[in-house]
């Protein structure tokens, strides 16, 4: 009979996790306050902003509209993470290079939506740029106006192909 | 204080909210938990997104069957179904945004019983039956009204089925929305036809969503095409601008040129 106390294991950043107690809490606010992801930003908490986002098994995920349980035998990625995946570190240094951040807010939710998309193609065919728009959509950015995250994508996705291809 | 519960087989699932309180079906939470991170809920949520009998997808001599807890991008992904029930994938791509939709499952669209749900729709439209813990029931008469079902307490949403009848016709879906990423349609229109695409099914040829509590499902009448039929049902429709009705129109011409043939054309 599964209840309460049974367990929820999952990798964060590479890290194990064990949580005993309160499996309904937010992941959102689970991952702020005893994950120590303070790029998890809480934005609408209902799914529009997309500042939240973060990958489980690879998947881009709102954080707020999922509960610690759910990601039971997962492996949770934030931003804090990101650099230690080849993808993730790719786009990270994409968006620098083409000053892809303006106050930052958005920044992390497009990173993580943006890694899904640069693993995804390594195993297929490089998204055109319609399709990298279509999936930024699903993060609100009110500074940038999207064109600079676009080409730091962009960027990323050529680099990580031609790596692939060597 | 809410409590969670992961539940590994319908029965346990079923048995577990008949010993709780506050007890509800959690699978991918895209609606349920809307607004929790700044308003925590009293609830008990019993987890059943992992439940193998809802993640199954199986095409049979009786139609499809999809798993209560097939996400939308699994169901816009996966090939077989893209290539049986391609309208299905449609309506889909329609829901709010690749991230909800990795999480978003079919038969949480179908529970939370949204009116205005472009997949609740398109299987109104299909005349999908849902598989429950207790029993078969056609979809049509499960949405009862916006956000309100006729499921009993504690009945469990197990899986769809699409008949073999109803995978041969030619199914239409266009919808119109203010924000493409979040938002909710403002209307979106649905129609059927043949495997020709060139007459009208007997029943149901088209459903509009947005201007009724529940979808209003057009019943093919001689020599009358959807648009005529939306107008000859627009009397009995109170309190819909003009604007949204002009949007209806234009949302089943679209619809209808997606299978398009004379059957759609304007008199």
Redesign the interface.
Known sequence: ????H?VAEFMLNGRPIVVSE???E?L??FLRRAGGCSSIH?GC????C?A??VL?DG????S???????V?GSVVTTAEGAGAIPAGKCLQEALIENHAAQCGYCTCGVLM?GMELVAESTQGELPGESEIR??L??V?CRCTGYEAIVAAIIQALKITHEMDGK | ????????SVQ?AVS?YGTMRNAVY?AG??SL??????R?PV?D?I?V?TIPQLRQIELGLDGLQIGAAITL?EIMTNRKLREVCPVLADASAYV?????R??STIGGHVAFADSRSEVNLVLMISDARLLTSEREVSIRSTIAGQRRSNLHPGELITGLRISSESLRMRFGVHEFTLR???GRALVTAAVKSDASGARPPTGVIAAVSGLTPVPLLLESTLGRNPIELLQNALPGVTQVSGHHVQLAIEALRRAGNRIGTAFWADR
């Open positions: 009979m599964s209840t309460e049974v309160n499996q309904a937010p959102s606010t809480v908490a209902e799914g529009v997309g939240c986002t489980i998947a881009s995920v709102r707020c509209l999922s509960v610690v349980g759910q039971h939506v279509r999936r959509s699903s609100v | 204080m809410s409590n969670y519960f992961r539940a590994t346990e577990l959690l939470g895209q938990l809307s607004g929790f991170a700044y925590p609830a949520f987890d997104r991008n709010a945004n690749h991230s909800v990795n999480r493409p990423s979040g």
